[in-house]
């Protein structure tokens, strides 16, 4: 009900008809506090349903959200009834039901077109579907996916393993989504704990490689393959890619523009470029563009997506709450401990608010690997990081957590507190991000 309301997920089932090499629970420690459930109740699901109605942006079915693991929606025997539910409760809002499409029939895609589903189609590859994904009857599969195009709108979605598919499947997978009709494409960074068999195999240049493959797929198909995560060392709002029949395409913004202000206001980050955007009606959008600036105006109504694509960076609203409970002013800057991913970005943003603070890269001891992202740390890591900084660091007035790394009740993978962290150091913890 708590992850309903404040991310608008929906959990109905952990159960899946593939087995993907991918898939990290297997090779989690065994201290990680992960659930996987069965398909829930109709009537348990009835009532979270209400709850979803905090949902930031579209309600989502078929995502992990934090411990608890998410299978194939389509498994669950009243999935269609799920989201006719779902839909009855929010005529208004976007719905997106992210599938391996294996039990999408056709009859079952135009259902969904006609409740304004959206669809991201987790494909994956379309040469290695028995090896990758263990998919029994990938021909299958792919009629399905094949045939959405037009039906239904979809993007895909591609776990990148060159290699264990090699690049060509990887360029046929990008086509073959295009070709189904697919508006843009997320091409998701391998990640592996220390335990996982692929992390050894995996050459270290795989994610640079895959960010200049994702350059190229756009080129070569002309709709946004996007790598993820983005590599962001500003908070610079630049436009990654323009969908085909948006405002923002007919209003002629391109690939690399960077957008300085929106509707007169000067943005400070792409999120508040995008979300000004989205916010106005009829929106001007400042542009630079080769070294000049111009201006072009977007027809659109307010709470509409104005089409263009920026990577997410950081909400300076909650940056600025942060700042005013971080202990800025006291005798010692505060410690920020953070993810390698959200560093840069961290530090442009104490920049560009002329705050000083010590921050420090926390690497995941918990799960190894190359697992980088801020939600995985654990408070054993936060403490290793202060310990080896320890030398260094004046003695901060408060330390900041990045709060993805903490469940509701604010415990972290392991069901440690991060309270545990003020108790061995002696500092008062903020969570924030
Ligand atoms: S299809 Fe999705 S849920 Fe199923 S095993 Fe693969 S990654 Fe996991």
Known sequence: MYQALKEGVLPITSVCNMGCVFCSNRYNPKSCEVFSIGPRD???????IPWLQGAPGAIVIGE?????????????????????????????????????????????????????VELIISLNTVGK????????????????????????KLEGSIVALPFVTGWDDLRETCRFLKDSGAISIRLLAPGFSAAHPLFKEMPSSTWEECRR???????????????????LRDLCARVEAVMEGTPAKAAGMRA?????????????????????ARERENPKITLLRDGG????????????????????????RAFSAWAARAGFGRKAPPLILTSSLARPLISAAL?????????????????????????????????????NALRDLKPPSTVTL???????????????????????????VVLAG
């Open 42 to 48: 109709l009537e348990d699901i009835e009532e979270t």
């Open 64 to 116: 992990s959200v934090t411990r608890i693991n998410e299978g194939e929606p389509l498994t669950h025997p009243h999935f269609m009834t799920i989201v006719e539910k779902v839909r009855d409760a929010y005529p208004e809002k976007p719905i997106r039901v992210t599938t391996n499409a294996s039990l999408l029939s056709p009859e079952k895609s135009r259902r969904l077109a006609s409740l304004g």
């Open 129 to 152: 579907r028995k090896e990758v994904m263990a998919d029994p009857e990938p021909e299958v599969t792919l009629r399905n996916v094949s045939a959405l195009n037009g039906v239904i």
């Open 213 to 231: 493959f994702a350059g190229e797929m756009t080129r070569a198909l002309g709709i946004p393959v996007l790598f993820e995560p983005p590599v």
């Open 256 to 276: 690399g523009d960077i957008i300085t202000r929106v509707a007169g206001i000067q943005v400070d980050s792409r999120k508040d470029a995008f979300e000004l």
């Open 293 to 316: 600036q111009i201006e072009v105006a977007l027809a659109k109504p307010r709470r509409t997506s104005p089409g263009f694509v920026v990577y997410e960076d950081l909400d300076l």
């Open 351 to 387: 920049e560009s608010r002329g705050l000083e603070a010590q921050v420090v890269t926390v690497r995941s001891r918990y799960f190894g690997g190359n697992i980088q992202a801020g939600g995985l740390l654990t408070v054993g890591d936060f403490l290793a990081a202060y310990n």
């Open 402 to 428: 990045p709060k993805r790394a903490f469940d509701a009740w604010g415990r972290d993978l392991e069901g440690v507190s991060y309270k545990r962290f003020t108790e061995e150091t002696g500092c008062q």
